[in-house]
Structures are given as structure tokens and as C-alpha cells.
């Protein structure tokens, strides 16, 4: 199970970035992805899941309206789409998935808001 996380970067407040991860490595149409986000000196946080078809989605409160997860099961990818951008969206945003009870992560991806 590979995956790779790619498209953070500095953006200032008010902001958006689409962040991707590319997997590899099982039958990624069969299962939820999902984003979460570690901010320095505080525990990973759920972002965002989305189910294997993309027919359902969940968001956590503190993003929800201004995130969007999606998935393209013919590319092996899912993204968050990330608008209206806050400082305190600043973190390494992470892609994981679950397979047979075990938790895969990327290696993440860096997010920073700042002016």
C-alpha cells in the first residue's frame, strides 16, 4: 500500500488549495479514504472521509462548508479541495485509508496560511 500526498503549499488567509493522493498498491475503488491534518503540538485530527463510491461524504465541523473530498476511482486518487482558508488550517495533511483492520498513512503534506 502506497500513498503519496502532493499539492500543499503556503496560500494566504481566504485562500484555496486542492490537495491530491495517489495510491497504489490495493483495490482502492473497494474503500473509504480519508484526510486528516496534525497542526504542531496537537494530536491528528479527522478531516474528512469519503466512501468507496464518493456517494457519501463526512466533514468535520471546523472545515465543513469550506472542504470538499472527492475521488476519482479510475485515477486511484482522492483530493480535498480546500477553500476559504483559515490560519488555523495550517498542518501536515495526511491521506490514510484501512485495510483488514490495519491504518496505512502518506507521508504528508504541508499545509501553511499565512499573510
Known amino acids: 500500500v502506497q500513498l503519496v500526498e502532493s499539492g500543499g503549499g503556503l496560500v494566504q488567509p481566504g485562500g484555496s488549495l486542492r490537495l491530491s493522493c495517489a495510491a497504489s498498491g490495493f483495490t482502492f475503488s473497494n474503500y473509504y479514504m480519508y484526510w486528516y491534518r496534525q497542526a504542531p503540538g496537537k494530536e491528528r485530527e479527522l478531516v474528512a472521509h469519503i466512501s468507496a463510491t464518493g456517494g457519501s461524504t463526512y466533514y468535520a465541523g471546523s472545515v465543513k462548508g469550506r472542504f470538499a473530498i472527492s475521488r476519482d476511482n479510475a485515477k486511484n486518487t482522492v483530493y480535498l479541495q480546500m477553500n476559504s482558508l483559515k490560519p488555523e488550517d495550517m498542518a501536515v495533511y495526511y491521506c490514510?485509508?484501512?485495510?483488514?483492520?490495519?491504518?496505512?498513512w502518506g507521508q504528508g503534506t504541508q499545509v501553511t496560511v499565512s499573510s
Open positions: 490514510s485509508t484501512t485495510l483488514y483492520s490495519l491504518r496505512y
